[in-house]
């Protein structure tokens, strides 16, 4: 193109647009698993069953809602979406149509809980194909029925244990490790995003395969990057032989990361023949700590995983591990940030720890537990933030709830969001209120269990919900104690594709004046 020529007239430009986002809708409807095969053998439904659906509208012919769907959630309040077609409708519960297919949306928490709470049954997972061929077909979030039991047993036995004094003690290293460098003169302003997600990876690598931070952890960040950046990218077929496109290099970056993670596999298994499967202290194999997640699938269930199940396994942990953790130590900091009566309390109660325990000890389970404020603040960041806006399941069987019938096959997304924000439930519920969670209210009752639910629920729970819990308050305790810090440019919170800040919140630091060195 001539770049004296003359631009091209808007409507040319407006006609491109809507050509690309066509053609991309249509391969969205793809992504989401609306072939048009099932989505005809749906609509063939009886009209009885139809009748019975919860209340709602189709939209646009094909389209459906979608573009209605992605447009709120690429704005700062989202929630509209949700509250308007809630009380157009007068339920909880309503009928829609996104991503090429007829969905059941929830608002309400009765549902969401038995939604939860019936996986594997009523109800099974369902999700985009794209992250289904990225993650791999044995990957945690994928398999279901037993094999999805035994994999969450073994994940909740490593991750399930913060506890552990080896692993407190990396975490706060690695904490303070990452930090070594901030608030120094001339220091550059940190983009908070970026550094927590080094933490989070590098605390993830340490625990499946037992590798430090160094050349080997970060070649792998920067391909699983470009893996995590293709899960809500359009599948092109043959994409393989378009590198160019997100989808593309997706793939290219899951066969490095893949590689590299069966590599370390091979070598361990190839030494736990040499040794015959003996620790090499003599140990008794049963009662012997296993260092990481690769020893514990070599060990479990006489060795019976395969090369293959080991990779895909480590690599939806990673996932897991790597970016919802991050973002919330970002949006706890930021949040406290706009809220200096919360941080000021937050501060005196770490000071306390650190008045107690001196400057330079690392910090132990007890302390941990000595951080009540620090777990108010957690919770309503988890509750305002809904780094899990919601998730999806497909009906196994025709499923009843109060007057309506969804039938089997129906898709249904259970939003968390709507349930965490809703004034009925929470008083200011669109409010960041730490001290809400120090009353004896509904929320810390039965019916909160119900009301409450960021790391999800039922046999899907998230394994590794206390881990992150622990890895957030000893980043807020070295942070607060040794640093001040201010925005060093507004940000904002986005929501599509994912809860994220859109600059990656940078904020210029300073060390207090008892940390200038550490």
Same mark, same amino acid.
């Given at each position: 193109?001539?770049?004296?020529?003359?631009? %091209?007239?808007?409507?040319?430009?407006?006609?491109?647009?809507?050509?690309?986002? $066509?053609?991309?809708?249509?391969?969205?409807?793809?992504?989401?698993?609306?072939?048009?095969?099932?989505?005809?053998?749906?609509?063939?439904?009886? $009209?009885?069953?139809? @009748?019975?659906?919860?209340?709602?509208?189709?939209? =646009?012919?094909?389209?459906?809602?979608?573009?209605?769907? #992605?447009?709120?959630?690429?704005?700062? +309040?989202?929630?509209?979406?949700?509250?308007?077609?809630?009380?157009?409708?007068?339920?909880?519960?309503?009928?829609?149509?996104?991503?090429?297919?007829?969905?059941?949306?929830?608002?309400?928490?009765?549902?969401?809980?038995?939604?939860? $709470?019936?996986?594997?049954?009523?109800?099974?997972?369902?999700?985009?194909?794209?992250?289904?061929?990225?993650?791999?077909?044995?990957?945690?979030?994928?398999?279901?029925?037993?094999?999805?039991?035994?994999?969450?047993?073994?994940?909740?036995?490593?991750?399930?244990?913060?506890?552990?004094?080896?692993?407190?003690?990396?975490?706060?290293?690695?904490?303070?490790?990452?930090?070594?460098?901030?608030?120094?003169?001339?220091?550059?302003?940190?983009?908070?995003?970026?550094?927590?997600?080094?933490?989070?990876? +590098?605390?993830?690598?340490?625990?499946?395969?037992?590798?430090?931070?160094?050349?080997?952890?970060?070649?792998?960040?920067?391909? *699983?990057?470009?893996?995590?950046?293709?899960?809500?990218?359009?599948?092109?077929?043959?994409?393989?032989?378009?590198?160019?496109?997100?989808?593309?290099?997706?793939?290219?970056?899951?066969?490095?990361?893949?590689?590299?993670?069966?590599?370390?596999?091979?070598?361990?298994?190839?030494?736990?023949?040499?040794?015959?499967?003996?620790?090499? +202290?003599?140990?008794?194999?049963?009662?012997?700590?296993?260092?990481?997640?690769?020893?514990?699938?070599?060990?479990?269930?006489?060795?019976?995983?395969?090369?293959? /199940?080991?990779?895909?396994?480590?690599?939806?942990?990673?996932?897991?591990?790597?970016?919802?953790?991050?973002?919330?130590?970002?949006? $706890?900091?930021?949040?406290?940030?706009?809220?200096?009566? @919360?941080?000021?309390?937050?501060?005196?109660?770490?000071?306390? #720890?650190?008045? #107690?325990?001196? &400057?330079?000890?690392? =910090? /132990?389970?007890?302390? *941990?537990?000595?951080? %009540?404020?620090?777990?108010?603040?957690?919770?309503?960041?988890?509750?305002?933030?809904?780094?899990?806006?919601?998730?999806?399941?497909?009906? +196994?069987?025709?499923?009843?709830?109060?007057?309506?019938?969804?039938?089997?096959?129906?898709?249904?997304?259970?939003?968390?969001?709507?349930?965490?924000?809703?004034?009925?439930?929470?008083?200011?519920?669109?409010?960041?209120?730490?001290?809400?969670?120090?009353?004896?209210?509904?929320?810390?009752?039965?019916?909160?269990?119900?009301?409450?639910?960021?790391?999800?629920?039922?046999?899907?729970?998230?394994?590794?919900?206390?881990?992150?819990?622990?890895?957030?308050?000893?980043?807020?305790?070295?942070?607060?104690?040794?640093?001040?810090?201010?925005?060093?440019?507004?940000?904002?919170?986005?929501?599509? %594709?994912?809860?994220?800040?859109? &600059?990656? *919140? %940078?904020?210029?630091?300073?060390?207090?004046?008892? *940390?200038?060195?550490?």
């Amino acid at each position: 193109m001539d770049a004296g020529g003359p631009p %091209p007239p808007l409507f040319l430009l407006a006609a491109a647009t809507t050509l690309l986002a $066509a053609a991309a809708l249509g391969w969205l409807l793809l992504l989401a698993g609306g072939r048009a095969a099932a989505s005809a053998g749906r609509r063939r439904r009886s $009209a009885s069953a139809a @009748a019975r659906l919860p209340p709602g509208s189709t939209g =646009l012919p094909l389209i459906g809602e979608t573009l209605r769907l #992605i447009a709120a959630y690429r704005t700062p +309040n989202p929630e509209p979406f949700i509250d308007e077609r809630v009380a157009r409708h007068g339920s909880g519960v309503f009928t829609t149509h996104v991503f090429g297919e007829r969905t059941v949306f929830s608002a309400d928490p009765a549902f969401n809980r038995l939604l939860l $709470a019936a996986e594997g049954r009523a109800v099974s997972c369902s999700y985009p194909s794209s992250i289904a061929t990225l993650l791999g077909p044995r990957s945690l979030l994928l398999t279901a029925g037993p094999a999805h039991k035994r994999l969450h047993s073994l994940t909740l036995t490593r991750l399930g244990r913060p506890a552990s004094p080896p692993l407190l003690a990396h975490i706060d290293r690695l904490v303070l490790a990452t930090m070594r460098d901030w608030g120094r003169p001339g220091a550059p302003a940190v983009r908070l995003l970026d550094e927590a997600k080094k933490i989070t990876f +590098n605390l993830t690598v340490w625990q499946l395969v037992s590798i430090e931070p160094g050349p080997w952890t970060e070649s792998v960040r920067r391909e *699983y990057v470009k893996l995590v950046d293709g899960f809500f990218s359009i599948p092109f077929p043959f994409a393989y032989l378009l590198p160019f496109t997100a989808y593309g290099q997706a793939l290219k970056a899951r066969k490095k990361v893949a590689g590299a993670l069966r590599e370390v596999v091979r070598k361990r298994m190839d030494e736990k023949a040499e040794t015959g499967g003996a620790s090499k +202290n003599g140990e008794d194999e049963e009662k012997r700590e296993k260092k990481d997640m690769v020893e514990e699938l070599l060990e479990a269930e006489g060795g019976s995983f395969s090369v293959e /199940e080991m990779v895909d396994f480590c690599l939806s942990l990673l996932v897991a591990g790597y970016e919802t953790t991050s973002v919330l130590m970002t949006l $706890a900091v930021k949040f406290l940030t706009e809220t200096p009566t @919360a941080l000021a309390q937050l501060k005196e109660e770490h000071d306390n #720890i650190r008045g #107690i325990k001196g &400057k330079d000890q690392p =910090l /132990e389970w007890i302390d *941990y537990k000595s951080m %009540p404020f620090t777990q108010c603040v957690i919770s309503e960041t988890l509750r305002v933030a809904n780094l899990i806006s919601g998730v999806f399941r497909r009906a +196994n069987t025709d499923i009843h709830f109060k007057d309506y019938v969804i039938p089997k096959g129906c898709k249904i997304f259970a939003s968390f969001r709507a349930v965490h924000l809703n004034l009925e439930h929470y008083e200011n519920a669109r409010t960041f209120d730490p001290w809400r969670w120090q009353s004896k209210n509904k929320v810390q009752n039965t019916e909160g269990a119900s009301l409450f639910t960021p790391f999800g629920g039922g046999p899907r729970l998230c394994p590794g919900y206390e881990l992150a819990r622990v890895v957030v308050s000893v980043f807020l305790h070295h942070l607060v104690t040794r640093f001040s810090w201010e925005e060093a440019e507004e940000d904002r919170i986005v929501f599509f %594709p994912t809860t994220r800040t859109l &600059k990656g *919140y %940078p904020i210029n630091l300073r060390r207090r004046p008892d *940390y200038d060195d550490f």
